[in-house]
């Protein structure tokens, strides 16, 4: 589970500082997929209201996508600070909601700070750890994500004996976030954004070097934006309902207890973080666009089986399998606009691409109740999304290749 080379100790200190949040992060934006049925009791949200509740959230990115660029004028650092506190205040607020209303505000604020964090995150992994093990700190990463989830899954199976059922999942995470929050003020600005300042002082004005990066992305890179936000949000449109109603089809469906639900959420995250630091290694070794189509393939293979209406030892077979190729994929596509543009635009690139992909899925959770009423279930509703797959997979063959290249390399631009 390692690196497969020694890190130099400045890039374990910015892996576990931005890795740890990651974690807790990861276990907050995971609480309402978990407990959405008690949450839907308690505040009496309609049946076909569950995907179109997760859309709304997801419309933070494009708020997110407000605070991402400032990272490429103001530093990394400073942004990433910024976000963890934002995150942390908002999830306790989402414990204290007591109409839908006020829920899906307090949700919306956390994702626009969460989804900022998260992207974020991999920009810093990607300008600071060593091209060699690129891959494997991109997929460890996503890893510490997916084990917040498991975190999340832990707690969960307790929902219905902790005080305050549900809220109580929120003012945990809002609290350990508001302890990490101090302890990011170790971590350092990256070196090539040091680099960078120099360029945005020479600029004399902060305007100027915002209307720079603009002008760069769209220019320079028009190409590979293009590309990439066909695959990231073909990608989304395909995966988002499936990913979010997973526990609420297992609990309806199949008649799975919170607990049941928690104990396969636990063991195919356990084989889902394995997996996805496997992944990463393997990407470093054959390629970053080889994996990324094969991961992606598996996912959308399996959820198709898992939502077919199969039961019996294939179900959590199929989920486990989705489960690791849906988070290869997703760690490997994080990392991508990170890898493929330069300094200037990185930060604004990685928000686009988070855009991309939340809109995709919130357009096919939108889609989803529409869907549900037509086709009359959850499992039928979500294998029509999942046929956006092959659409994703075209576009990926398009992707550059990033494994252990240098990033001026890639971008083909100075530090």
Same mark, same amino acid.
């Given at each position: 589970?390692?690196? $497969?080379?020694?890190?130099?100790?400045?890039?374990?200190?910015?892996?576990?500082?931005?890795?740890?949040?990651?974690?807790?992060?990861?276990?907050?934006?995971?609480?309402?997929?978990?407990?959405?049925?008690?949450?839907?009791?308690?505040?009496?949200? $309609?049946?076909?209201?569950?995907?179109?509740?997760?859309?709304?959230?997801?419309?933070?990115?494009?708020?997110?996508?407000?605070?991402?660029?400032?990272?490429?004028?103001?530093?990394?650092?400073?942004?990433?600070?910024?976000?963890?506190?934002?995150?942390?205040?908002?999830?306790?607020?989402?414990?204290?909601?007591?109409?839908?209303?006020?829920?899906?505000?307090?949700?919306?604020?956390?994702?626009? @700070?969460?989804?900022?964090?998260?992207?974020?995150? @991999?920009?810093?992994?990607?300008?600071?750890?060593?091209?060699?093990?690129?891959?494997?700190?991109?997929?460890?990463?996503?890893?510490?994500?997916?084990?917040?989830?498991?975190?999340?899954?832990?707690?969960?199976?307790?929902?219905?004996?902790?005080?305050?059922?549900?809220?109580?999942?929120?003012?945990?995470?809002?609290?350990?976030?508001?302890?990490?929050?101090?302890?990011?003020?170790?971590?350092?600005?990256?070196?090539?954004?040091?680099?960078?300042?120099?360029?945005?002082?020479?600029?004399?004005?902060?305007?100027?070097? @915002?209307?720079?990066?603009?002008?760069?992305?769209?220019?320079?890179?028009?190409?590979?934006?293009?590309?990439l936000g066909v695959?990231?949000?073909?990608?989304? @449109?395909?995966?988002?309902?499936?990913?979010?109603?997973?526990?609420?089809?297992?609990?309806?469906?199949?008649?799975?207890?919170?607990?049941?639900?928690?104990?396969?959420?636990?063991?195919?995250?356990?084989?889902?973080?394995?997996?996805?630091?496997?992944?990463?290694?393997?990407?470093?070794?054959?390629?970053?666009?080889?994996?990324?189509?094969a991961t992606a393939?598996?996912?959308?293979?399996?959820?198709?089986?898992?939502?077919?209406?199969?039961?019996?030892?294939?179900?959590?077979?199929?989920?486990i399998l989705a489960?690791?190729?849906?988070?290869?994929?997703?760690?490997?596509?994080?990392?991508?606009?990170?890898?493929?543009? $330069?300094?200037?635009?990185?930060?604004?690139?990685?928000?686009?691409?988070?855009?991309?992909?939340?809109?995709?899925?919130?357009?096919?959770?939108?889609?989803?109740?529409?869907?549900?009423?037509?086709?009359?279930?959850?499992?039928?509703?979500?294998?029509?999304?999942?046929?956006?797959?092959?659409?994703?997979?075209?576009?990926?063959?398009?992707?550059?290749?990033?494994?252990?290249?240098?990033?001026?390399?890639?971008?083909?631009?100075?530090?």
């Open positions: 589970m390692g690196p $497969p080379m020694a890190l130099p100790r400045r890039q374990e200190t910015v892996f576990l500082l931005v890795g740890t949040t990651l974690l807790f992060s990861g276990y907050d934006l995971n609480i309402f997929g978990l407990a959405l049925p008690q949450i839907q009791k308690e505040l009496q949200i $309609p049946e076909n209201m569950a995907g179109l509740t997760v859309s709304y959230f997801r419309l933070a990115a494009l708020c997110a996508l407000l605070i991402a660029p400032l990272a490429d004028i103001f530093g990394r650092r400073r942004m990433l600070l910024f976000t963890v506190a934002g995150e942390a205040v908002m999830t306790l607020a989402t414990a204290f909601a007591q109409t839908y209303p006020q829920f899906v505000a307090a949700q919306v604020l956390a994702r626009v @700070f969460g989804y900022a964090e998260e992207l974020l995150c @991999f920009v810093v992994i990607a300008e600071e750890i060593d091209a060699r093990v690129r891959g494997w700190a991109t997929g460890t990463l996503s890893a510490m994500g997916a084990t917040g989830a498991g975190v999340a899954a832990i707690v969960f199976a307790a929902v219905n004996i902790l005080p305050y059922g549900w809220r109580s999942l929120y003012a945990i995470g809002g609290g350990v976030l508001l302890i990490l929050a101090y302890y990011r003020r170790l971590l350092p600005e990256t070196q090539r954004f040091e680099l960078r300042r120099t360029e945005i002082a020479a600029m004399g004005s902060r305007l100027q070097a @915002f209307r720079d990066t603009l002008n760069q992305l769209l220019k320079d890179y028009s190409g590979r934006l293009a590309t695959a990231v949000f073909a990608f989304g @449109f395909a995966i988002g309902p499936a990913t979010v109603l997973m526990s609420k089809y297992l609990q309806q469906d199949h008649h799975y207890s919170p607990g049941e639900v928690s104990i396969l959420y636990l063991f195919g995250g356990l084989v889902a973080v394995v997996g996805n630091v496997v992944a990463g290694r393997l990407s470093d070794h054959f390629g970053r666009r080889r994996i990324l189509f393939l598996l996912a959308g293979i399996c959820f198709a089986v898992f939502f077919s209406g199969v039961g019996g030892f294939i179900l959590p077979v199929m989920w489960l690791f190729g849906f988070l290869s994929a997703d760690a490997l596509f994080s990392g991508y606009p990170a890898e493929i543009f $330069p300094t200037a635009t990185r930060a604004t690139a990685a928000g686009l691409r988070y855009v991309f992909g939340i809109m995709g899925g919130a357009l096919s959770l939108a889609l989803e109740g529409v869907f549900y009423d037509w086709l009359g279930g959850h499992g039928p509703a979500i294998m029509l999304a999942l046929a956006a797959i092959p659409v994703a997979l075209a576009a990926i063959l398009f992707l550059p290749e990033t494994a252990r290249r240098t990033l001026e390399e890639i971008s083909g631009n100075k530090p």
